[in-house]
């Protein structure tokens, strides 16, 4: 694997080592050939005296040179083809949703986006939902999460509004008062 670096004409490129490091010059695209080797049918190569972006081959190996085992979500989804990321989310619906996953299954909450979105709820909701849905009502998890956002969205609004409401009335009842005490200051 090759890392692909491009260069613009006129770019500075490392020239000669001097005291203290590289003295740049500017190079054309023709001039950084030489210091920018290609093969046939390859781009630009990472240049010798940049840092090459490793990629691991074979078995991980620690420091203490034994080779590390694979953890669980890798090696399962070696064995049944799944992506470790899929294996992960799976993980996280079982240890959120526990023996509710027995409650779930065969309901429409039984689908993955669901499963999702129904791990994101808090408990209360969560166990209310399952009890419709294992009733045989036709629940959405995804619908559920959105309205709490949107009534989370909508307290945060009002409170946001009514906090800038009294900021506006505090501020003309200060506006008042100076002036009182500006006018009573006046005719003393």
């Not at 996280?92 to 909450?109: P, V």
């Not at 959405?140 to 009294?166: G, I, M, Q, W």
């Amino acid at each position: 694997m090759h890392v692909i670096n491009t260069i613009k004409v006129g770019a500075s490129v490392p020239n000669e080592k001097v005291a203290g490091g590289y003295q740049t010059t500017t190079a054309t695209s023709k001039e950084c050939t030489p210091i920018f080797p290609r093969s046939e049918g390859e781009g630009n190569i990472q240049p010798m005296h940049l840092p090459q972006q490793a990629r691991q081959v074979g078995v991980p190996v620690a420091k203490h040179g034994r080779a590390q085992e694979k953890g669980f979500a890798a090696s399962t989804a070696a064995l049944t083809g799944e992506s470790v990321r899929s294996i992960q989310r799976r993980i996280r619906q079982t240890e959120i949703l526990g023996d509710d996953l027995d409650r779930i299954i065969g309901t429409s909450l039984d689908k993955g986006v669901e499963l999702d979105a129904l791990i994101k709820l808090s408990e209360p909701d969560r166990k209310e939902l399952i009890g419709r849905a294992q009733s045989g009502g036709k629940v959405s998890a995804v619908k559920a999460l959105k309205a709490t956002a949107d009534d989370e969205f909508y307290v945060a609004n009002v409170r946001a509004r009514t906090l800038h409401e009294f900021h506006q009335k505090l501020r003309r009842v200060t506006a008042i008062v100076e002036w009182h005490l500006a006018k009573k200051g006046g005719a003393a």
